[in-house]
């Protein structure tokens, strides 16, 4: 089976540096998808990493590493309109893609 | 290219009645998956299908069901609901499918059973 862990909630204030950190045991691991989700919304894709290091797209930036199994991403110059919940998903050969259970994030002015 | 449907938005049955939600996926998009998401669980996964086949499913009873067409539209039935099949619905499209492509979600279907 797979197992991911990420912290329920996390406040920062708006123009802030907030880090998302996601562990998880898998077997056969593919790669790792960060969402957000706005309440009552679906979820938006933000990321995919599959080997070790940093992606960074604008002020999102996610980090894998597979031999620790641990990914972060990173939010910075907050704004009001990232408060949201962000979804670590991890993929392994053949299987479903499976959900952590969300990181409430909540940017305060 | 237009997002991934789902109708409809909103349903309210009640206990005991079944139902059923469809899902229209990316153009192009093969894979359709369904999610559940609650406030105590998040989001779970219920079953993927792929050109019409049943390629992975979740940990759920037997109640839940799907079926995917020739055009890759799908479809996701609840037979004998309960009260705590209240869920947003989500399906999901992809280009691959079996975890290895991004995901692309639907608005969702919100059911309240009373």
Request: glycine content about 12%; overall charge positive.
């Amino acid at each position: 089976g797979q197992n991911i862990d990420q912290p329920t909630e996390m406040t920062a204030t708006e123009g802030a540096i907030v880090q998302i950190n996601c562990t998880y045991q898998t077997s056969g691991f593919n790669g790792l998808f960060w969402y957000q989700q706005h309440a009552g919304e679906a979820p938006t894709f933000l990321s995919y990493n599959v080997l070790d290091g940093l992606e960074e797209k604008g002020r999102f930036s996610s980090f894998l590493s597979r031999s620790k199994g641990y990914s972060y991403l990173l939010l910075k110059e907050l704004q009001m309109k990232d408060s949201a919940s962000y979804l670590c998903a991890v993929t392994a050969a053949g299987n479903k893609l499976t959900f952590g259970g969300g990181t409430r994030v909540l940017v305060k002015p | 290219k237009a997002g991934v449907t789902q109708t409809p938005r909103y349903l309210i049955k009640t206990r005991g009645q079944q139902v059923t939600l469809s899902c229209s996926p990316i153009s192009g998009h093969r894979s359709v998956s369904w999610y559940q998401q609650t406030p105590g669980q998040g989001l779970q996964f219920l079953f993927e299908y792929f050109s019409e086949t049943q390629r992975n499913k979740g940990n759920f009873p037997g109640r839940f069901s799907g079926r995917q067409f020739s055009n890759s539209r799908s479809e996701m039935n609840v037979s004998t609901l309960e009260l705590g099949d209240s869920a947003l619905y989500l399906c999901a499209s992809s280009s691959s499918g079996g975890g290895l492509g991004t995901q692309y979600f639907g608005p969702g279907t919100r059911l309240l059973v009373l």
